[in-house]
């Protein structure tokens, strides 16, 4: 998967998942505030992509993951791993 | 002590998903029952079972809303905004008053196993996500229904086995007559998935005349063979008369009395003297005569021993009274944690349309229930006061009289 896909494919789940435009999905978009997302439903996306991408975001290193930019450069580099 | 009215109902079940199709069902006779291949599939000694489609609620609550309702939840929110409906109570009402909640739930399986097997497949609890510890607790309905309907009175889940329905309709009653509480949403709720009653297939307890699933269901026939498991979800809307009177709602019937008690002896095989007792302080209780009472919803499960020692229990108290006996069980297999609810429910309907539905499946009586006046073919009948039976596990009895209003 190249990187192109890899965004497509988090686009993707994230707003099937979290019900929202995938549209609104943009790079410099905070995550949290694009998703909705409270403690708990960060929980879910976790799961999410672990069951997607099999890649485990420790909960140390989800509060570096402002914005989808990081996320989707932290899963090339856990994917290509 | 103040008077306890029920002013809303809303159900959701094998027979239907509104009252109207549910008082369709139960004046034609339809059963609700079918065969899973599924729990075949998964080595179950039975797989019959009701049938209950599982409400797609995207339309209605948001996604975090959703992630923390197991099937159950959902049952009884459909439930209960028909309840609401019917009693014209709407969210501003809610907002500005002290409502309760008191509904019956005694399991829920599906979200505990799946938390189980992800945290045996993948080491890491976290993966189960959010919703799994707010659908795998008891309390999971009244924690779902309470922040949904933003609801400020008692709220507690009553786990009383096959009971729990019923007792949380009479505890509501009691709550209401002692003037702690003007309106409480009560009912039960049932899981249907495989998961939630593989154990108790295993015991042997459930009817295997697969090849009829229509005709598995048939307490008090002398061929009985064993339950079949049901499921959904019944809301019963309950106000203190006066505070009902004055905000105009539709008042109607009256919870006459609440009776109970418990047998103290076997975990699964019911007596005759505890059942008797609970019918005797529920009618004592009623301050009424046993010849007011035009129809009894018997527990009956179609089980050999439980419906043996009700047909007893009901034969010690009403002797040769000759009043109607029927059990809904029939139709809707036994809806458990539900069933003291929606047998409300049932009983609700056919008193307010004038009938009596049939105890399909009851051939041939056996040596008890030959005592006992059950038809098995529907009476079109006025009453105004019925009796409804709840027995459960442990040796747990509840019986509720209810009259027209």
Known sequence: MNKQELIAKVNAVLAEEFEVDEAII???????????????????????????????????????????????????????? | MKRVVITGMGIWSCLGKSLDEVRDSLYTGRSGIILDPERKAMGFRSGLTA??????????????QRAYMPEQAKYAYCATVEALRNA?????YLDKHDVGLLYGNDSSADP??????????????????????????????????????????????????????????????????????????????????PFSIGSFDGISAFSVRENEPEKASRPFDRDRDGLVPGGGAATVIIEEYEHAVKRGAPILAEVLGYGFSANGEHISSPNVEGPSKSLRMAIQRAGIDIREIGYINAHATSTHVGDTNEAKAIYNVFQNQRTEVTSTKSQTGHEMWMAGASEI???????????????????????????????????????????????????????????NM
């Open chain 2, 112 to 193: 505990t196993v799946r938390a189980v097997d992800t945290i045996r497949e993948k080491h890491d609890t976290t993966l189960c996500g959010s919703g799994a510890i707010f659908q795998s607790m008891n309390s999971t309905v009244t924690m779902n229904l309470g922040t949904i309907f933003r609801l400020r009175g008692i709220n507690l889940t009553v786990s009383g086995a096959c009971a729990s329905g019923a007792h949380a309709i009479g505890l509501g009653a009691l709550l209401i007559q002692t003037g702690l509480q003007d309106m409480i949403v009560c009912g039960g709720a049932q899981e249907v998935n």
């Open chain 2, 88 to 92: 014209h109570i709407d969210q501003d």
């Open chain 2, 345 to 403: 429910i049932y009983s609700m309907l056919m008193m307010k349309n004038d009938f009596i539905g049939a105890n399909i499946n009851f051939e041939n009586p056996d040596e008890d229930s030959a005592k006992l006046l059950i038809p098995n073919k529907r009476i079109d009948k006025h009453f105004d006061t019925f009796l409804s039976n709840s027995f459960g596990f442990g040796g747990t009895n509840a019986t509720l009289v209810v009259r």
């Open chain 2, 51 to 64: 049938k209950v489609e599982i409400p797609d609620l995207k339309k209605e609550l948001s996604r975090s």
């Open chain 1, 26 to 81: 943009t790079p410099e978009a905070n995550i949290k505030q694009t998703l909705e997302l409270d403690s708990l439903s960060l929980v879910d996306m976790v799961a999410l992509i672990d069951n997607e991408f099999a890649v485990k975001i420790p909960t140390t290193e989800l509060s570096k993951l402002q914005t989808f930019e990081a996320l989707y450069n932290y899963l090339e580099e856990k994917t290509n791993a």
